[in-house]
């Protein structure tokens, strides 16, 4: 069995394990340990056929058309819709047989599993090459110019529709280039489970198959394709999260947190003991991330409107 099987990874999200830690029900929590958009984008009228009819090929084609406008795809690279970028990540090292991979961390950890489990090793200078940009936790944002030549190499840019003018889709058009997008993260739909991959047009057709037909819900089709043409929201999204993300760091430093980065979906901070943070805000029902390689490091996403008297509340005690 390998070590997936054994080890549950570390993310956000974990209320279960919160409330049974700390008491509460999971309703009666404040979940800041993820980066998701508080305020989601509001879902459209749903056809019937939607659910009850097997998703056809003109809707998907329809989306991924949509995906192309928005992310300014170039017209030699590919655009492949998923059931979320998890399932992309799963998939991937399967598209090269297994070698070597450069993941230079800390970074999110879902890559390094899936290319474990693939049989992959991992170092540097290899075959595979994966950069989350922007990262998660630190922020930090890759130029193109730092990006090796590997056959294969993995763009996450999961978080970069917070700053579209950071983003590396131009270099989507290069052989072995993969760029990853989410629905889940910036539109805050996390449920709806959609993805992209953004291409090499012959690695997307491989994880097309490997993906099977039917991969992405006749719902997820339909909401994804309105969210996409709706270029008036996403602005107004960004502004706001921009002041909001302002206004964490402000609260957060004024009571003795250093700013180490992130995005304006997530703030990631400095503090004296990361644990000790944690629980006294546990202890409030506020949910946060802290990370196994670091004592010092807590991230926050940030509060729906009405949350933040909440937080304030809770860092004043």
Known sequence: M????????????DLDD?????????????????????????????????????????????????ARRFWRVPARAGVLAAPGTSALIARIPA???????????????????????????????GTAHVAVHPNNPDGHLWRSAELPSAALNIIDESFCDTMPEQSLVALADRPGVI?????????GLAGMRLGFAIGDPQMLARLSE??????????????????????????????????????????????????????????TYEVDDATRWQAALARQQIWSRIFPYSRHWLRLGLPAPECWPRLEGALAA
């Open 179 to 187: 760029v990853l997008k989410s629905a889940g993260k910036f539109w």
């Open 2 to 13: 390998s070590d997936l099987q054994h080890s549950p990874r570390d993310h956000g999200g």
């Open 95 to 125: 598209l090269r047989p297994a070698a070597t991979v450069t993941i230079p961390s800390p970074t999110y950890n879902e890559h390094r599993a899936a290319f474990r489990a693939a049989g992959w090793r991992l170092g540097e200078g």
């Open 18 to 66: 919160a409330a049974a830690r700390f008491g509460g029900s999971r309703a009666a929590w404040l979940d800041l340990s993820t980066g998701i958009n508080p305020v989601a984008y509001p879902l459209p009228a749903i056809a019937d056929a939607a659910w009850t009819a097997l998703p056809d090929s003109t809707a998907r084609a329809a989306l991924e058309q949509g």
């Open 210 to 267: 490997l993906l099977g037909p039917w991969p992405v819900s006749g719902p997820a089709i339909s909401v994804g394709t309105a969210l996409l043409n709706d270029p008036g929201w996403a602005a107004r999204s960004r502004a706001r999260l921009a002041q909001d993300a302002e206004r964490l760091d402000a609260l957060m430093t004024a009571h003795g947190a250093r700013v180490v980065g992130g995005t304006t979906l997530f703030r």
